[in-house]
């Protein structure tokens, strides 16, 4: 059906399509981070703005605007997101500016006779004045526009936003349409120990693999498990491991102490990463491996501001030996 559409948001991109004639100004695209959000996003603006009329199911992708679109140049397509800062690194919030420009851009007319399609990516990281500035435009949209927001922390987004969008939830794949896929684009790739990196999450778990992050990530585990059997120091741990970004640190770290708790429940034997925990689970208490699941949610929350990185990281790593120390 959907060739360019991941297999597990046909589905819900089926059902978009059935009303699609009763679309509302904006759309709010929901899901876990690295499933594909941004594509089936891509993919519906393709649609809306495909001049071909005669399939309404899918972009022709042979006229002039499915041309334009590919090659990144379509007049009345906007894409908002992180933006890169002088110095080389990510932008840490959406700006107001960025907003105000996608504004008045909406406010024209389209130069291609369709609707103008914005795609906010990231849409829980603009700022305050960002958030209120696309607030305006949610409550009076022009009539031939279409924002549609992607996100995976709906909760991070104002209410006020939520509230004024049609929310679509995108389910994740199966853990073995995940391996299928990752095994498809990358023959040679361990995708089992990728998809455990990445919560099962595939386009997450490509991008690692092709930035070699995985390496990044069984040192950060093999560290985490030297500092449990008290063979290294948890400040040398966070040090060696702050070269990666936070927010995917505390996503991996997060990820081994479910992981964890699971073996500890099962009493089964699991690899995490390249290493049997088992061991090492059963020696920790777990209401005392809950406790430190709930300090690496709100360390997730702060992930994305502007604290200090390494001081984060290094708070992780001393609790997580505090953690050990109580139940040698």
Not at 28 to 47: D, E, H, P, S
Not at 144 to 153: E, G, M, N, Q
Not at 204 to 224: E, H, K, P, Y
Not at 286 to 298: G, S
């Amino acid at each position: 059906m959907y060739e360019f559409i991941p297999q597990w948001h046909q589905q819900a991109l089926h059902e978009l399509i059935e009303r699609r004639a009763r679309l509302p100004h904006a759309l709010l695209v929901n899901g876990q981070a690295g499933i594909g959000k941004y594509l089936f996003a891509r993919y519906v603006t393709q649609l809306v703005l495909c001049q071909d009329d005669t399939d309404n199911n899918q972009p022709c992708r042979q006229c002039h605007a499915c041309h334009l679109f590919e090659a990144g140049t379509h007049p009345d397509f906007y894409n908002i997101e992180l933006q890169i800062n002088d110095s080389g690194t990510v932008a840490k919030e959406i700006k107001v500016d960025q907003i105000r420009q996608l504004i008045g851009s909406l406010s024209q007319t389209s130069q291609l006779g369709k609707q103008k399609v914005a795609v906010i990516n990231s849409a829980e990281r603009m700022n305050r004045n960002a958030a209120n500035s696309l607030l305006k435009t949610l409550e009076e949209p022009s009539g031939d526009s279409l924002l549609i927001l992607v996100t995976a922390h709906s909760w991070r987004l104002l209410p006020t936003v939520r509230s004024r969008c049609q929310q679509i939830a995108l389910s994740p794949p199966s853990w073995q349409q995940a391996k299928m896929w990752l095994q498809g684009q990358h023959p040679g790739a361990d995708a089992d120990n990728l998809l455990h990196a990445t919560n099962g999450a595939p386009l997450a778990a490509a991008t690692l693999f092709t930035t070699d992050g995985i390496s990044q990530r069984d040192d950060l585990l093999a560290g985490m498990y030297a500092i449990a059997e008290g063979k290294m120091d948890p400040l040398r741990v966070a040090q060696k491991s702050a070269e990666a970004e936070l927010p995917q640190l505390v996503a991996w770290i997060t990820a081994c102490v479910q992981q964890l708790i699971s073996i500890n429940i099962s009493g089964k034997h699991e690899a995490v990463g390249k290493l049997d925990w088992s061991v090492v689970a059963k020696r920790s208490e777990l209401k005392n491996l809950f406790a430190f699941y709930d300090k690496m949610l709100q360390a997730a929350q702060q992930a994305h501001s502007n604290i200090n990185c390494q001081m984060l990281l290094e708070s992780v790593m001393l609790d997580w030996s505090r953690l050990f120390n109580k139940t040698r």
